[in-house]
């Protein structure tokens, strides 16, 4: 099992130079891919043959951490737009690194600066900052432990 997954992971990150595009269309798919064959295949097998399960790991498909779009999150009307970008772009590197650090270290810099802005907000932003090509996003962005993103080159 981990070594068929480990093999789409490497493809997916194998994606990470395809035109935008491109890439998030192989990243869907790459992670559709491992959702079934985590659901499909090995979960029936496990369930009738429970000694083969690997520990600690769950074969359920992967729970979205956030639906919120940038459209529709609300900021507090002291902060704008603006403070956000500056929270979260200077931590931005130009290789890839997980959503889920990138929003911790975001919220470390709102709690030293005095900002209260929620995960959520953070990660619509950084969704909203992919979709609309200024800086690269791979994976699914709302999934935030399954998804990376960088400086544009």
């Known amino acids: ?31 559709d ?41 609300r900021l507090l009307p002291d902060v704008s737009e603006q403070e956000v970008d500056d929270i979260l772009l200077p931590l931005l590197r130009p290789y890839w690194q997980k959503v889920l650090r990138v929003l911790f270290m975001a919220r470390d810099s709102c709690g030293s600066g005095g900002l209260a802005i929620d995960y959520e907000v953070l990660a619509a932003r950084l969704r909203w900052l992919s979709d609309n090509d200024k800086i690269e996003g791979i994976g699914d962005m709302r999934m935030w432990g399954r998804s990376e993103v960088r400086l544009k080159d």
């Open 33 to 73: 891919l491992i959702a079934a064959l985590q659901s499909d295949v090995w979960k029936p097998i496990y369930d009738k043959f429970p000694d083969l399960a690997p520990e600690d790991e769950s074969l359920e498909p992967p729970d979205v951490d956030s639906e919120l779009s940038w459209d529709a999150a």
């Open 1 to 31: 099992m981990d070594d068929a997954e480990e093999a789409l992971e490497r493809a997916g990150r194998a994606a990470s130079g395809f035109p935008k595009e491109e890439r998030i269309k192989f990243s869907r798919l790459i992670d």
